[in-house]
């Protein structure tokens, strides 16, 4: 298994047959009942054991998006309805279970889904630590603060993982106009074990790395001028497309997240270590006193699910084996590298992404897409390039799991693992 994010975009290929559920609908939707959770995994789970996830809940507090039980249901239901018209069928959303019984959104599951005919499920995890009097209330969090909703997607990532099954989790707000299901199986991203989407700019190929920023925000200016003799990557780094050169660390987005299920089910892979990771730090955090900023408000990105997937993502990021030892250098723009001073900029980025680590060289390599097999088709493709400035390139880092010795910036148990594996 292996690990990470940032891929483009695309019509993917491969055909979308198969992409429908392989039985109908369990009766009994308790995910936190693990018969119930099997049942629903094998019926709503295709023949190749993919299942598509999206979350639905009642939301509240200052950092939440207010939907209505209405508007979320709206968003739910067009998402289905757009996957179906692409031919993926095999889909579950899930709701969060407030264990409030008088709460009018306590199950949005049983109270407005199955009712539309939509098959769902539902899960309470970590309900009980921010329920009125419970510690995570001083974090500011509460049933339904929109962390307990992604929450429960990543549990559900790692314990469907665990046993066996592919997860493609999706935020309702996507559009997708294409089957993401057989774009994920198709080149340039069918040898990755994870993928996200992200929050920073693309890599791309260009000139200099320190050319001006391309998004609208000016952080992580990922430009790769490509420079395969530097890398001297193996065959195992180019079965990824042609590798060629460091990439900033990117800022990863959870609102399109794609795992795959290790080999063998009830093994732990490293992909399913990002999620199940992020889940037993934010439940320890929870239960323990807030954060304070610098004026003394309480800070609750540590308990938020996407700065904590990025933290556990940047945590497990290494550098891939086989790649030169000329060519692990920092990206002139890598504000996760250590040896140089950072610009305003870089610095209030860093501040932002409390996670980074302070490394030696950038652990993230930028591939081109392959045209032909070989080593030598990826260098003669790469010097036919001639100031290809925007190509799209995917941004990718291979996983290690944490040891006692890496920089875990955790709060909880390190994890020893020998394995390491590339993601995308």
Not at 15 to 26: A, F
Not at 152 to 160: H, S, Y
Not at 206 to 222: A, F, I, K, L, M
Not at 264 to 277: K, Y
Request: with cysteine; proline share 7%.
């Amino acid at each position: 298994g292996g690990g990470g994010g940032g891929g483009g975009g695309g019509s993917g290929g491969g055909g979308g047959g198969g992409d429908s559920p392989s039985g109908g609908c369990p009766q009994e939707a308790n995910l936190e009942e693990p018969q119930q959770f099997d049942a629903m995994l094998a019926a709503r789970a295709s023949a190749r054991k993919d299942v598509v996830i999206t979350i639905l809940g009642p939301t509240s507090g200052t950092r939440a998006i207010k939907m209505e039980e209405e508007v979320g249901e709206a968003f739910v239901l067009n998402l289905l309805s757009t996957l179906a018209s692409v031919g993926v069928t095999n889909t579950l959303p899930i709701t969060t279970h407030l264990k409030l019984p008088s709460h009018p959104g306590n199950n949005l599951c049983l109270s407005r889904l199955r009712p539309r005919g939509v098959c769902c499920a539902y899960s309470g995890v970590g309900m009980g630590v921010v329920h009125q009097g419970a510690p995570g209330r001083a974090w500011t969090v509460e049933e339904t603060h929109p962390y307990m909703l992604f929450l429960q997607r990543w549990w559900l990532t790692g314990q469907a993982v665990w046993r066996g099954y592919s997860v493609l989790s999706l935020d309702t707000d996507l559009h997708l106009s294409t089957n993401p299901l057989a774009m994920l199986r198709a080149p340039p991203y069918s040898t990755f074990d994870a993928l996200m989407q992200l929050d920073s700019a693309w890599a791309v190929q260009g000139d200099s790395e320190g050319q001006v920023p391309t998004d609208e925000r000016g952080q992580h200016v990922n430009v790769v001028p490509c420079r395969r003799r530097l890398l001297a990557p193996s065959a195992a780094v180019d079965a990824h497309g042609c590798a060629c050169g460091a990439v900033p660390a990117p800022l990863l987005n959870t609102g399109f997240v794609y795992v795959r299920a290790a080999a063998a089910a009830g093994a732990t892979s490293l992909p399913q270590l990002i999620f199940n990771r992020s889940v037993a730090k934010i439940m320890h955090r929870l239960a323990r006193p807030p954060n304070h900023d610098a004026k003394g408000a309480v800070d609750p990105h540590a308990v938020w699910a996407q700065d904590v997937v990025n933290e556990v993502a940047s945590e497990m990021a290494s550098v891939h084996p086989g790649v030169s030892a000329a060519g692990r250098r920092c990206h002139t723009r890598d504000s996760a590298c250590s040896p140089r001073p950072l610009s305003a900029q870089d610095a209030r980025d860093a501040k932002r992404r409390w996670w980074l680590p302070r490394l030696p060289h950038s652990v993230w390599l930028a591939t081109h897409r392959r045209t032909a097999a070989g080593a030598e088709a990826c260098d003669a493709a790469d010097a036919s390039r001639r100031a290809p400035n925007d190509l799209q390139l995917v941004a990718w880092t291979s996983l290690v799991a944490p040891t006692a010795a890496a920089p875990t910036r955790a709060d909880g148990a390190a994890l020893r693992a020998a394995a390491t594996a590339a993601g995308a």
